[in-house]
């Protein structure tokens, strides 16, 4: 029902910044659940940060302070801000839709901080 497609991994120095972008296919005005996950390697993956239709936010514990998820439903994107950036953050970053408890993963884009 929706395709994503993230963009903006890079390679980036610790302490840095990066946004990381997620376009969808249509519309994402009826999706109440915008979000981030991220997989290191020989990891499972984990929760990054959730934007609710309504306009909360969730963020994991490692995130807060540092990264600040946003939506733009007319353009229908949903971003990643990231400061602060620690090696312990490289990972594939993938976006995800929830439309009636059925998950949607993005392709993901690699995210590298080096020390």
């Known amino acids: 029902q929706v395709q994503l ?4 991994g890079a390679l980036v120095q610790a302490g840095g910044s990066l946004r990381l972008s997620c376009a ?3 519309s994402i005005r009826s999706i109440n659940s915008m979000g981030w996950y991220r997989q290191a390697p020989g ?4 929760f990054v940060a959730i934007s609710s ?3 909360s936010t969730v963020y994991a514990d490692s995130v807060k302070g540092r990264f600040t ?3 733009d439903d007319a353009r229908n994107t949903v971003d990643l801000q ?3 950036l620690k090696p312990e953050d490289t ?3 993938y976006c995800r839709a929830m439309l009636t408890t059925k998950p949607y993963w993005g392709q993901g884009t ?3 901080v080096s020390s």
């Not at 497609?5 to 903006?8: L, T």
């Not at 990891?43 to 984990?46: L, V």
């Open 5 to 8: 497609v993230e963009s903006g």
């Open 24 to 26: 969808a296919s249509r």
């Open 43 to 46: 990891k499972q993956r984990e």
């Open 53 to 55: 239709g309504d306009g």
């Open 69 to 71: 998820i946003s939506r």
């Open 82 to 84: 990231m400061n602060s």
């Open 91 to 93: 990972a594939i970053y």
């Open 110 to 112: 690699q995210v590298t």
